[in-house]
């Protein structure tokens, strides 16, 4: 009996060798197709840095023996965008993408001018408050997502990210009276300009028009979430509502797809859109 069960640990302890292995193994191999599906990404012209690629599905090994792949993450950070003044500095957002089910070449050995005939794509273009306020010429803007009625919270981590289309939170300084903010000194930094100035939260509705996102400020906010509350003169109110409004150019999305939607995402703003079954090449993302 001693020497049966001795067999049994050594039996046991060489299956558990062998599958931490084989889990090694595999996930060795999906690292090395994702860096290889992002250098191919990284092709694009207007992709600066490598994407962050995340390659669904398990085991690995078994997709890439055939090509068939159960789906993709991309995020590309820092994409050049259009429209900014130069004095304000360069526009940049967050362009990303998630597959459905993909095929390509085997082993995971993605170049830059693979065609990937995919199930679905599901892309986003996200803009930070940093960029937000560039377009807007306000330099404090800062955005916020209220949390569904009857549930505090403003999509930090604690809920989760929220996001919607009505009712999002900007804040931001403009001087009084309201003008289109081109001045080197006007909108303000809070801390310096000197002239009349206001500092308020509006509530926005954001809107696709002909694939543009349209940022419209519907009224001032007043809670029930955090913002600022200030005394704006009843011939000022509908000027300072103007200066957080626009819309802005049409911005790129992933594989060329046209914007079907914005919505918030946080405290960043983003256009949505989603195609069904189509073949994409990565140096073309």
């Known amino acids: 009996m001693p020497g049966m069960r001795k067999i049994l640990v050594v039996a046991v302890t060489v299956a558990v060798v062998a599958a931490a292995a ?3 193994v595999d996930v060795g191999a999906a690292i090395r ?3 290889r ?3 191919a990404l990284a092709e694009s012209p207007r992709v600066p840095f490598d994407p962050e690629v995340t390659l669904a599905g398990f085991p690995f090994l078994t997709q890439a023996a055939n090509g068939e792949y159960s789906g993709a993450t991309i995020a590309a950070r820092g994409v050049e965008l259009p429209g900014c003044e130069p004095v304000r ?3 940049r957002g967050e362009l990303g993408a998630v597959l459905g089910r993909f095929r390509g070449p085997g082993r995971g050995d993605f170049s830059a001018s693979d065609v990937l005939h995919t199930d679905s794509i599901s892309a986003y273009t996200r803009l930070d408050a940093v960029t937000l306020a560039r377009y807007l010429h306000i330099t404090d803007l800062t955005v916020s997502t209220p949390g569904p009625d009857g549930k505090a919270g403003s999509g930090g981590p604690q809920d989760g990210v929220v996001s919607r289309s009505e009712g999002v939170v900007f804040t931001g ?3 009084l009276p309201p003008d289109d903010g081109l001045d080197a000194d006007d909108p303000p930094s809070a801390s310096a300009y000197t002239g009349p100035k206001v500092r308020v939260s509006v509530a926005v509705d954001l809107s696709v028009t002909n694939g543009a996102l349209q940022i419209r400020a519907t009224d001032f906010y007043t809670g029930p979430e955090r913002h600022v509350d200030a005394d704006v003169g009843e011939d000022m109110r509908a000027a300072v509502l103007d200066r957080f409004s626009m819309v802005l150019p049409r911005l790129p999305m992933a594989w ?3 914007a079907q939607r ?3 995402f946080g405290g960043d703003v983003q ?3 989603e195609s069904g079954v189509t073949d994409v090449r990565p140096d073309r993302f």
């Open 22 to 24: 084989a889990l090694l």
């Open 33 to 35: 197709g994702e860096h």
């Open 37 to 39: 599906l992002s250098r």
């Open 89 to 91: 500095g360069v526009c």
């Open 173 to 175: 300084t403009v001087a």
């Open 256 to 258: 060329g797809l046209v």
């Open 262 to 264: 914005a919505e918030s």
């Open 271 to 273: 256009l949505v859109s």
